[in-house]
């Protein structure tokens, strides 16, 4: 069993920056695929990011890459999603997620554990 407790949100203005941080009880953190979602006020939860279990790969959704990053501490047990370059579009409630498969990253339903969620608010 895993448990996901975001945090890092908050308000931002447009072109700032904020670091999320998912902290990850249990003993098999390391050997778990990491991942972001968000899912804007309207909108459908979207897949952000993914890092597999060493952090050697990573994977980004367009409209985040080269602007995201995420990383990974597994003595931690955390994941952080380092967010530059804000934008009000970006706004949303950001999920972490754990256990997911590369094949079926962008899938919510297909991770096997999910944060509550932390707001993120950029205004223009």
């Known amino acids: 069993q895993v448990q996901l407790v975001e945090s890092g949100g908050g308000l931002v203005q447009a072109g700032g920056s904020l670091r999320l941080s998912c902290a990850a009880s249990?003993?098999?953190?390391?050997?778990?695929?990491m991942g972001w979602f968000r899912q804007a006020p309207g909108k459908e939860r979207e897949f952000v990011a993914a890092?597999?279990?060493?952090?050697?790969?990573?994977y980004y959704s367009a409209s985040v890459k080269g602007r995201f990053t995420i990383s990974r501490d597994n003595e931690k047990n955390t994941v952080y999603l380092q967010m530059n370059s804000l934008k009000p579009e970006d706004t949303a409630v950001f999920y972490c997620?754990?256990?997911?498969?590369?094949?079926?990253?962008?899938?919510?339903?297909?991770?096997?554990?999910w944060g509550q969620g932390t707001q993120v608010t950029v205004s223009s």
């Open positions: 997620v754990a256990g997911g498969s590369r094949a079926t990253f962008g899938s919510w339903a297909n991770w096997g554990y």
């Open positions: 249990g003993r098999t953190f390391s050997s778990y695929a």
């Open positions: 890092i597999n279990w060493n952090g050697f790969n990573t």
